[in-house]
């Protein structure tokens, strides 16, 4: 988000984690029909991860240019319509995920990796004020 449409580093990660929720339940659907959920593996992670999630956010309000204002960094106007899109791609994944060959999607997570990361060094750092 911030280098395609340039919101600011906390807008685009908020935004992110918001859109992050309905991508877990719809994966975790389609992983589940496919009787691939350990439930009790996902409460402990969940569990563990809202807790380091939580000091996160307490981490970043305490940064210099963090704020405290909860939602407010959550663009809100686009998410409805990524809301469908979100939750039917993530659904068609996890069954796709079912069907390929596990190096399939391993190189594609990979490569878009590599392409991540070529892209942040390619990026130029903003002059300090």
């Known amino acids: 988000m911030v280098g ?28 589940d029909v496919q009787g691939s959920v350990d439930v009790t593996a996902a409460i402990l992670v969940a569990a563990t991860t809202m807790v380091a999630a939580h000091a996160g956010v307490h981490f970043v309000i305490l940064s210099p240019d963090g704020n405290s204002n909860g939602l407010s960094n959550v663009t809100k106007s686009p ?5 469908p899109g979100i939750l039917t791609g993530t659904y068609l994944d996890g069954i796709l995920a079912h069907v390929l060959p596990n190096t399939i999607p391993r190189v594609i997570f990979a490569w878009i ?17």
């Open 4 to 31: 395609i449409i340039g919101s600011d580093q906390h807008r685009a990660h908020g935004t992110g984690l918001a859109a992050l929720v309905f991508t877990g339940i719809s994966g975790a659907i389609a992983y």
């Open 79 to 83: 998410l409805p319509g990524y809301i």
């Open 113 to 129: 990796l590599v392409w991540i990361v070529v892209r942040y060094l390619m990026t130029k750092m903003p002059a300090s004020s």
